[in-house]
């Protein structure tokens, strides 16, 4: 359905340190970049996920999140400490979030750009 989706950074490289750690902890790696760009995917030239600079980039307004399936309930831990380490703001750590459904396990951080971000893993256990 969605073929890739693109979020406005200030700092290239604060966004990718950010999104480096946080993707990285779900299986997702850097499939380009250049000077003004930063692909984020499985394969090359493949990105599911590109940071784009832009002096006025802004962030969504309330309501938006982005939210990405991690493969294990340590993935969504990894995925928070990741990105508290890399300047991100905890907006929900690692839990089960049971009013989604009973094994809806989540974490959720704001990135340095103010882009609300989520890691998911619904499966049962860990």
């Known amino acids: 359905m969605i073929h890739h989706l693109s979020l406005?950074?200030?700092?290239?490289?604060?966004?990718a340190a950010f999104y480096d750690g946080v993707l990285g902890a779900l299986g997702l790696r850097r499939v380009f970049e250049d000077d003004e760009a930063i692909g984020y995917?499985?394969?090359?030239?493949?990105?599911i996920l590109c940071l784009k600079l832009r002096d006025d980039a802004q962030a969504p307004g309330a309501g938006f999140h982005l939210a990405f399936a991690a493969p294990t309930r340590a993935a969504v831990a990894a995925f928070h400490a990741a990105g508290m380490s890399a300047g991100g703001k905890d907006n929900g750590g690692p839990g089960l979030?049971?009013?989604?459904?009973?094994?809806?396990?989540?974490?959720?951080?704001?990135?340095p750009d103010g882009h609300r971000v989520e890691a998911v893993f619904k499966g049962a256990g860990e």
């Open 8 to 15: 406005g950074v200030r700092d290239l490289a604060t966004g």
């Open 97 to 111: 979030r049971e009013e989604y459904g009973p094994t809806y396990y989540a974490a959720f951080l704001v990135d």
């Open 41 to 47: 995917g499985l394969e090359d030239d493949n990105d």
